[in-house]
C-alpha cells in the first residue's frame, strides 16, 4: 500500500483557479509515474493528467488540455494538477493514482472539486 494524500479542492466560481497537491507520507514517488483522474458520482472515473518519472514528459485528456498543468516537486514529494480557467463541468472528485507496470494502481482517498457557474 502507497498511503496517497490528496488536497487542495474546495468551491470555486468558473473561470477561476485551484492547485490540488498529492503526497506520500513515508514514500518517495520518484520512481513513479503518477496521474491524476476524476469522477462524477454514477460515471466511471475517468483520467485527466499523468506524468512520467523518468522524462517528466505529461500528457492530458482533450477536455482539460490547455487549462490544466500537471507537474511533480521530487524534493517534496509531491505531485500537483493546477487548474485554471474551471468549467461547472470539471466538478467532480478527483483522485491521485500513482502507477505500477504501466497502469494507475494506489490510489488517494479523492477531493472534491465543485465549480459554480
Known amino acids: 500500500q502507497v498511503p496517497l494524500v490528496e488536497s487542495g479542492g474546495g468551491l470555486v466560481q468558473a473561470a477561476g483557479s485551484l492547485r490540488l497537491s498529492c503526497s506520500a507520507s513515508g514514500r518517495t514517488l520518484f520512481d513513479y509515474d503518477m496521474g491524476w483522474f476524476r469522477q462524477i458520482p454514477g460515471k466511471e472515473r475517468e483520467f485527466v493528467a499523468v506524468i512520467t518519472w523518468s522524462s517528466g514528459r505529461t500528457s492530458y485528456a482533450d477536455s482539460v488540455k490547455g487549462r490544466f498543468t500537471i507537474s511533480r516537486d521530487n524534493g517534496k514529494n509531491t505531485v500537483y494538477l493546477q487548474m485554471n480557467s474551471l468549467k461547472p463541468e470539471d466538478t467532480a472528485v478527483y483522485y491521485c493514482?500513482?502507477?505500477?507496470?504501466?497502469?494507475?494502481?494506489?490510489w488517494g482517498q479523492g477531493t472534491q472539486v465543485t465549480v459554480s457557474s
Open positions: 493514482a500513482r502507477y505500477y507496470s504501466g497502469m494507475p494502481k494506489y
